[in-house]
C-alpha cells in the first residue's frame, strides 16, 4: 500500500472505485503543475466521467492498464476524500467521530456505535485522536 492517493481514469466511466474528481475540484493539488499536466496529457477535464480519486488503501485495487497519477493529499483532503468514499452510514458515522474530539460524554457508546457501523478501529482512533490501543479494548 502507498500513502498517496491516485487520481485514476478509467475507460468504463460506471466504476465506483475512490470517488469522482468532481467531488473535490476545490482542493489544492490541482493546482499542481503535475496535475494539471496529466489531466491536459489524458484530454481530460475535472468532471470528466471516468476520472476518480481513489484513497491510499484503495490503490491495490486499480488495474494494471489503467492512467494513474499518485498525488500527495494533506490530513485534511484525504479525510473528505475518505468521508465522500464511505457509504453514507459510515460518513455519518465518522461526521461524529470527528464532533467527538471536543466532547468526552457518551465516549464508549458512540465507540461502540462506531464500531456497529463498520468503522475500522484504526479510522476511529485516527478520527477521534483516542490511542488505537484503547480504541480496540473498547470495542471487543
Not at 468504463?12 to 499536466?37: H, I, N
Not at 500527495?72 to 473528505?80: F, H, I, N, T, V
Not at 456497529?116 to 479510522?123: I, K, L, S, T, Y
Request: glycine share 4%; hydrophobic share 45%; proline share 8%.
Amino acid at each position: 500500500m502507498t500513502d498517496d492517493a491516485y487520481l485514476v481514469l478509467f475507460d468504463d466511466p460506471a466504476v465506483s472505485l475512490g470517488v469522482p474528481l468532481a467531488a473535490v475540484q476545490d482542493s489544492a493539488f490541482l493546482d499542481t503543475p503535475a496535475v494539471r499536466a496529466w489531466l491536459e496529457a489524458q484530454g481530460v477535464t475535472v468532471t470528466s466521467p471516468g476520472l476518480r480519486l481513489l484513497p491510499p488503501e484503495e490503490t491495490s485495487a486499480i488495474p494494471e492498464a489503467a492512467e494513474r497519477l499518485p498525488v500527495p493529499l494533506g490530513d485534511e483532503e484525504l479525510s473528505r476524500v475518505r468521508q465522500l468514499n464511505a457509504p453514507y452510514d459510515v460518513a455519518r458515522m465518522e461526521e461524529e467521530l470527528l464532533a467527538y474530539r471536543s466532547c468526552a460524554e457518551g465516549r464508549e457508546a458512540l465507540l461502540a456505535r462506531a464500531v456497529a457501523a463498520g468503522v475500522p478501529a484504526h479510522r476511529i482512533a485516527e478520527l477521534t485522536g483516542e490511542d488505537l490501543t484503547a480504541v480496540k479494548a473498547l470495542v471487543h
